[in-house]
T-cell receptor, first 114, second 114 residues
Framework: GESVGLHLPTLSVQEGDNSIINCAYSNSASDYFIWYKQESGKGPQFIIDIRSNMDKRQGQRVTVLLNKTVKHLSLQIAATQPGDSAVYFCAEIRSGGGGNKLTFGTGTQLKVEL | DSGVTQTPKHLITATGQRVTLRCSPRSGDLSVYWYQQSLDQGLQFLIHYYNGEERAKGNILERFSAQQFPDLHSELNLSSLELGDSALYFC?????????????FGPGTRLTVT
């Protein structure tokens, strides 16, 4: 049959506002979680990671929150800028046997309106 | 520039053919990851190598294989190509094994199978 592209959820925010991007993960045994940013035509770019034994981690203008009870991850971007426009992916990582397996979420398109 | 290089940037080939994609990690990074990004399946983890050894496998087809050489560059071999193999193929490198840490993605190879 004909392939249909993934329909990414879109979050539109005004420049200067805070953005919250959400992600549900599937495996309660995941050890790490990472947020990536992917701009059009480029490879994914690491933003921030968090271990499963943490609830919150802050970076520069970004905060990741982890709620293991409901298997939910969020990325908060403070004072969103036009350069933040991109697709954002979460990834859950299971480590074992000396290696790491990653499972990615579908992604969220962030659009920053001037 | 992430410091990770991938060649070729674009590759067009016919069904049934075999291709090799090459990745050079950042200097000193021992871990190399391969990913496939297609329109209908999003970003998929394929395989993880560390210092020449395969450490984890994801959704990698039997027609696909990879290796990491003593100089740490890696190659992804795709054989008996099908139309559905058309995708962007990324590699990423990381300096550590335990956990994932900050991964650095290459610019990708766009494979088109006709």
């Amino acid at each position: 049959g004909e392939s249909v592209g993934l329909h990414l959820p879109t979050l539109s925010v005004q420049e200067g506002d805070n953005s919250i991007i959400n992600c549900a993960y599937s495996n309660s045994a995941s050890d790490y979680f990472i947020w990536y940013k992917q701009e059009s035509g480029k490879g994914p770019q690491f933003i921030i990671d968090i271990r499963s034994n943490m609830d919150k981690r802050q970076g520069q203008r970004v905060t990741v929150l982890l709620n293991k009870t409901v298997k939910h991850l969020s990325l908060q971007i403070a004072a969103t800028q036009p350069g933040d426009s991109a697709v954002y992916f979460c990834a859950e990582i299971r480590s074992g046997g000396g290696g790491n397996k990653l499972t990615f979420g579908t992604g969220t398109q962030l659009k920053v309106e001037l | 520039d992430s410091g990770v290089t991938q060649t070729p940037k674009h590759l067009i080939t016919a069904t049934g053919q075999r291709v090799t994609l090459r990745c050079s990690p950042r200097s000193g990074d021992l871990s190399v990851y391969w990913y496939q990004q297609s329109l209908d399946q999003g970003l998929q983890f394929l395989i993880h190598y560390y210092n020449g050894e395969e450490r984890a496998k994801g959704n990698i087809l039997e027609r696909f294989s990879a290796q990491q050489f003593p100089d740490l560059h890696s190659e992804l071999n795709l054989s008996s190509l099908e139309l559905g193999d058309s995708a962007l193929y990324f590699c990423a490198s990381s300096p550590i094994l335990a956990g994932v840490g900050e991964q650095y993605f290459g610019p990708g190879t766009r494979l088109t199978v006709t």
